[in-house]
DNA sequence: GGCCCTCTTTAGGGCCTT
């Protein structure tokens, strides 16, 4: 295989990639001082959801805000005509753009994208992929998948591009122990206006559709996504009676960082997202343990674990996995 | 919980995820 066909079967030419601008502004916002989350409550009091007691006539969107600079945060009030299921769907999430090199959206404008989640394919025009490769990271109650749950969703289409990254709170419905890991309080999560992991599912169902190339799969990856990860996403899909879709398949990173090599030969003293981080030189995407910057910081790890290991993007193919079925999911 | 490593395999400790 010659240089130049390698490379246009890996992950190498994606840092140029990152560079394109949204275009669907419903929430502008500029940075704030406080680490939490900013929560936006728009009155939808003439929606038509129905049979979502818990969205009931209101819905929110959530933005994080990490710089250390003081801004004002706006927002737009909804229109308060009739509103589709579907728009108020759209409306919890926030899916958002990579506007320059290197550059997370965190420390951008935001935008917030409520009109649907749109087929983008001008990016992928440019690289011939054998699928689509969505990095995500979850944050979690606890270790244990059986008696946690997830409390916060991110995932980043490694092509980027226009609305390229999604993300959103979860409410696990039970309390949150753990905040000294990620930050993330009870009370943020368990309330009426986030959504539960039942409402969420669609929503994710119909972002991942909208990435997805046609007639290719879907390769989702995330580091220990084979002990951690995929199992605590099967248990909450099984919790909905639903199967993760069968073009669905799986990476872990962290048994192919297990296979990197120092230059001296030995193996690496750590394997952990933030050894890797570390190893490579990849600056902080925001804080640690939150899941859109773990994402984003995988992004670079994986294009610098393919390169180190020679692996083109039909190899990582041959790597992934589906999810286990879990017979002993609790309620 | 499962994988990896070793002072191992008739085992146990550390890592990795939050």
Known sequence: MSLSVFFSRNLHQLLNNLGSNSTIKFLKLQYCTCKQVHVWRFNLQNSVLANEARLGLQSLVFVRAWSNKTTKLKSRKLSTNRATPCKIEKRIVRASTINSKNQPAFF?????NCHG?????SVRKAIDWPATILVFDIETTGFSRRKERIIEFA???LIGGKDSTFETLVNPEIPVSNTHAHGIRSYMVNRTDVPTFRELVPILLQYVRSRRMPGKPVLLVAHNAEQFDVPFITNEFQRCSMDIPEDWGFLDTLPLAR?????DGSKLPSVSLESLREHYGIPLAGPAHRAMPDATVLCNVLQRITFDLKLTVSQLLDLAFRPKRNFDVPP
């Open 108 to 112: 951008q404008p935001k935008t917030v």
């Open 259 to 263: 296979r990197l090599v120092m230059p």
């Open 117 to 121: 989640f749109q087929q983008s394919t």
């Open 155 to 157: 995932l980043r289409d």
